[in-house]
């Protein structure tokens, strides 16, 4: 190993990229681009669901009964329409989520003891928010459902309302939500999504700056002299590991500060654990570049086989516990799986050394075995 | 270069039996080649012809499947032999500086290839000063090798390649796209540095004129070499003669020799005819015979050129001959009628871009039916004013005219009427040739009813018969250039803009392409506007102007171009000696001016012929130099061009 190449590569590599505007811009602005639209545009959480309602009833108790909804946090009241005719085009074009109707004699009935069902028409294209949405829904009804009860009971046997109210649902929930107490997603997502971005953007980066030299022929440059090939691979990638680990400060960053996320691990072991990380990912980018031979394939290749995990695998969109066995068992071959639980257990979860080793072993293994690959597979004389 | 103790009979390379092969492409054929230490080896052939995939291998930067390698007595068998090679070794690839860094600056290049090389910085210091005064560089260290010219960059990828002063430099190409006086620059300063340090180079080059230049060479073909040896005992075995002669009615004449000679081409006015086997008198009978009715002016014969000796073996090889066979060319749809009038007219055109003011107030006229060609350097201008003239570009000021109308505000039906094909005129390498063709069609809205019958003619004017089917990214350069013809002709035009159309192409494409814009010129009376770096090509316009730093310095036919040179600056002479670095040196003491080196020759002009060549004959004597030969010859075109851009450099400087 001879550091003067070795620094000869990775110093013509740095400079090329900062008078390059285009590649300089990409180093640096993808991973937070990609960060910001990803971390703002995807939330799960479900709220302000906005609804309207048809009450052909129109007595006190209907009133009640709607204000449950209009005053959730979780819905927004668009407003009253006249008929259920209305509804339908309102649902289309996603002015509301979904609607409530209210039969006529709601109260009438009600008080004569009698049962009344009450419609909602939920948007269904978007699953997920639909179940969460018909949560919603039960979880005010039954509230309503348990308070006429009491009020009935209360009346009958003479006592007080919230006696009552204890006796007619005699067992209560108590939760209490560990790491993430106010189960915010944008804490999980934005965490998690530095997993993603430097799942991305390092390969992507290494992927361009070699394929950029066999595209433009300074390649033959290296062949030609007495580099050898771990020389020039270090070299070149010293550079973009520099940019990468740069990135990580970046995203930590943006994830405290502009997502408001906590982070209760170790620092210095989180930071480690993700240049372990990149060197992993960008290793994954080495591998494409020996197989083509064009930039604009470096780029397309590289999304497919890094967003797909990243989305996919790692768990950051379902539980990997949830999975069907062939895909639970794809995940486990991919690094982000590991990564992700050492961004959410240093972030959210506090967690160090001690608990996460394994997945930092799992990532070391994982980057040893890409670059040995890329190592064997590239050539300095290759066949065409 | 020519001192004969360099070359010693130790081999550096030793080929036999080579093959490589891409997928099922056999691209090097069973090649064997030797060369010797000290010596300056050609390679010359048409694109595609295997020389880079030849250079590739002997680099060690390719494998290969068959046959044996030995390089410094090294077997070059597998990548670990390889790299024992490269240290000794400096290898420049093919393309215009594409193996450099553009955003890097001159001298961050020169630096990375010497850390890259491993060279000592005070060796990096002093080689670096001295390769850079040597190439004139030295005022743009600081400039970015993107916004260097073509010439300069060469010579950057030149310093580069020598920087840590290999034993064996492989030289793709070297000179490709390069105009002739950075050409010239550049084979003396690579001259001087070989000679210098006593460096091998293989060296591969498009340019026939340039095979002088070598000891030795092989010309390539199809993978495989046809024939290998000095380039004056490569010129003889052409064996035969060329006879040029003026007549008239031309047309008449041409018609009547490619009866009987293939190898004819025309030249302005004359017609030049290679004739086989023959003494030089039976030589001009049988021309002469040959030319019943037609009215003979002016007949001459010559030695054959080395352009001629190579399209001469190519024939004797059955595939290839297909590749230059005549066809009859069809006619025009509606043709011109021979009137004469002025087509391309630039009155005061210029352009600025920014500061920098592309082209100067340039005049010039073009008249229906003729090809005029516009010779310059690159960067002097030439590519922006076709732009101008074709209406692409709006200039600065002044006009530019192409059949009256002012191309500032010409309308669809002019602009139908020019075919343009730019210097990187884009085929679409993934569709056919048919395919290319019809697309061109089209977009020239050609008339549904006659649209089979255009591609046909297309098919037919291009040469194209029976490669209709097959991919455009798949053909050869010279038949590629050929299908880029046929699309800008697809439309019939009267006036034709050509932007560099033979860069990079073999002479025998290059000539079956100057046939065509003949044709086109002779017969249809097409307008064509031309640019080129080849002096051949140059030399078979009618008209020419000589663009230099955006201002148009000449403007003659080639003959009255050759004939003021020669009134103002003499005669040409070439002297041989045994040892013409020397010799050089020698004249430049005896303050002789003039004088420059070309391959194993010196050359300079001379007024007074007589007296000069007395002098040099007691200078040489008095310096024991063993004189070879001497002899004077009239200037070509490419004397003229050096001679006025550097007559004009010298003035600007002063």
Redesign the interface.
């Known amino acids: 190993m001879n550091l003067t190449r070795v620094w000869a590569v990775a110093y013509k590599e740095w400079r090329e990229i900062l008078r390059d505007r285009l590649f300089f811009t990409m180093a640096f602005m993808l991973p937070t681009v990609i960060f910001l639209l990803l971390g703002y545009g995807i939330s799960f959480d479900v709220e302000k669901i906005p609804f309207a309602a048809l009450d052909q009833d129109r007595t006190a108790m209907s009133r009640d009964f709607l204000h449950r909804f209009i005053d959730s946090r979780y819905f927004d009241y668009k407003g009253d329409v006249s008929s259920d005719r209305y509804l339908d085009p309102l649902l289309a074009h996603s002015d509301i989520r979904f609607a409530i109707i209210i039969p006529p004699r709601f109260q009438e009935r009600l008080l004569a003891g009698q049962s009344a069902s009450v419609q909602s028409l939920i948007d269904g294209v978007f699953p997920y928010r639909a179940e969460v949405a018909k949560g919603y829904v039960s979880a005010i009804i039954a509230n309503f459902n348990a308070q006429s009860l009491a009020r009935h009971f209360g009346a009958q046997l003479g006592i007080s309302r919230e006696q009552a109210l204890i006796q007619v649902s005699p067992v209560r929930l108590e939760s209490r939500y560990l790491y993430n107490q106010a189960l915010r997603s944008q804490w999980s997502m934005s965490s998690g999504l530095v997993m993603l971005v430097l799942m991305v953007t390092p390969p992507f980066l290494t992927a361009l700056g070699v394929v950029r030299e066999k595209e433009n022929g300074s390649i033959y440059n290296i062949y030609a002299s007495s580099i050898t090939r771990s020389e020039f691979l270090l070299g070149k990638f010293l550079t973009y590991l520099l940019i990468s680990c740069l990135n990580i400060l970046i995203l930590w960053w943006l994830v405290i500060k502009i997502f408001g996320t906590p982070f209760k691990g170790d620092p210095i072991f989180f930071y480690a654990a993700s240049v372990i990380y990149v060197i992993c990912t960008a290793g994954a980018g080495l591998l494409v570049s020996l197989v083509v031979r064009t930039q604009v394939a470096a780029v397309m290749l590289t999304l497919v086989i890094s967003f797909v995990p990243a989305w996919l695998f790692s768990g950051l969109l379902v539980p990997i516990q949830s999975m069907p066995s062939a895909p639970k068992i794809e995940s486990h071959l991919f690094p982000t799986l590991y990564y992700l639980r050492i961004t959410w257990g240093s972030f959210l979860k506090g967690l160090g050394w001690a608990e996460l080793w394994f997945d930092v072993a799992a990532l070391i293994l994982y980057a040893i075995i890409l670059w040995v690959i890329a190592f064997l597979n590239f050539h300095k004389r290759p066949a065409e | 270069m020519g001192e004969t103790t360099l070359v010693s009979g130790q081999a550096v390379i030793k080929i036999s039996g080579l093959c490589k092969s ?1 997928k099922k492409k056999l691209a090097v054929d069973t090649v064997a080649l030797t060369v010797k230490r000290g010596e300056i080896y050609g390679l010359i052939g048409p694109d595609g012809a295997g020389k880079s995939s030849l250079m ?1 291998t002997i ?5 290969f499947e068959q046959g044996s390698l030995e390089v410094f007595d090294v077997n070059v068998d597998s ?1 670990a032999a ?2 024992k090679i ?2 000794r ?3 420049m ?3 215009l500086g ?4 553009g ?2 600056s001159v001298e ?1 290049n020169i630096d ?2 010497a ?4 060279v000592s910085p005070q060796q990096l210091a002093e080689r670096k000063e001295k390769l850079l005064t040597m190439t004139w560089l030295d005022k743009f260290r600081d400039r ?1 090798m993107k916004n260097l010219s073509g010439g300069m960059k060469q010579k950057l990828g030149l310093i ?1 390649t020598l920087i840590h002063e290999p034993e064996l430099v492989i030289l793709d190409e070297p000179t490709t796209g390069v105009d002739p006086i950075s050409r010239r620059n550049f084979w003396a300063i690579l001259a001087e540095l070989l000679r210098e340090h006593g460096i091998t180079a293989l060296i591969s080059t498009a340019y026939m004129d340039e095979a002088a230049r070598f000891h030795r060479l092989s010309l390539m073909f199809n993978g495989q070499i046809l024939t290998s040896g000095e380039p004056d005992v490569i010129c003889q075995q052409a064996q035969g003669y060329l006879v040029q002669l003026t007549a008239e009615p031309q047309l008449e004449a041409l018609k009547l020799l490619k009866v009987r000679y293939p190898q004819i081409e025309t030249i302005g006015s004359r017609i030049r005819v290679f004739v086989n086997n023959i003494s030089p008198d039976e030589a001009l009978k049988a021309v002469s015979g040959q030319l019943i009715g037609v009215e003979i002016k002016n007949i001459q014969v010559f030695d054959t050129y080395l352009e001629d000796a190579f399209i001469n073996l190519l024939r004797k090889d059955p595939l290839a001959d297909q590749s230059i066979k005549e066809a009859i060319i069809p006619c025009f749809d509606n043709p011109l009628p021979d009137n004469q009038g002025i087509a391309i007219e630039a009155k005061q055109l210029t352009r600025d871009f920014g500061k920098f003011r592309s082209v100067d107030h340039i005049n010039f006229s073009v008249r229906q039916g003729e090809i005029f060609g516009l010779l310059g350097a690159n960067g002097a201008g030439k590519t922006t004013a076709i732009k101008m003239l074709t209406g692409i570009l709006p200039p600065s000021s002044g006009e530019g005219t192409v059949a009256g109308a002012d191309m500032r505000f010409a309308g669809q039906l002019i602009k139908e009427r020019i075919g343009y094909m730019s210097q990187a005129f884009s085929l679409y390498h993934d569709l056919t040739v048919m395919e290319n063709i019809r697309l061109y069609a089209s977009i020239y809205g050609i008339n549904r009813k006659i649209i089979k019958q255009r591609l046909a003619w297309v098919m037919q004017i291009a040469g194209l018969a029976g490669v209709s089917g097959q991919l455009a990214g798949s053909l050869p350069m010279g038949i590629r250039q050929r299908l880029a013809l046929g699309c800008a002709l697809v439309h019939q035009p009267v006036v034709l803009f050509l932007d560099e159309p033979t860069s990079g192409v073999d002479p025998v494409g290059r000539r079956h392409f100057w046939d065509i814009l003949v044709h086109l010129a002779r017969v249809e009376h097409v307008a064509i506007l031309v640019t080129t770096h080849y002096m051949s090509e140059a030399e078979r316009c009618d008209h020419l102007a000589l663009m230099h730093a955006g201002r148009v310095i000449a403007d003659d036919s080639p003959a009255n171009m050759i004939q003021a040179l020669q009134n103002e600056a003499g005669q040409m002479l070439k002297i041989t000696t045994d040892s013409p670095s020397e010799a050089l040196s020698c004249l430049e003491q005896a303050n002789i001016k003039g004088s420059g080196l070309y391959g194993r020759h010196i050359q300079l002009l001379a007024l007074d012929t007589e007296t000069v060549e007395n002098q040099i004959r007691v200078l040489l004597e008095k310096h024991s130099i063993k004189l070879i030969s001497l002899e004077a010859r009239p200037p070509t075109l490419e004397d003229v061009f050096v001679y006025r851009v550097l007559e004009l450099e010298n003035r600007d400087q002063a």
């Open positions: 891409y590739k680099a060690g930067v390719m494998s990548e390889a790299e490269k240290g070794l400096g290898f690839p093919q393309g594409l193996n450099l860094y955003d890097l961050e990375f290839f850390q890259l090389r491993q970015p580069c």
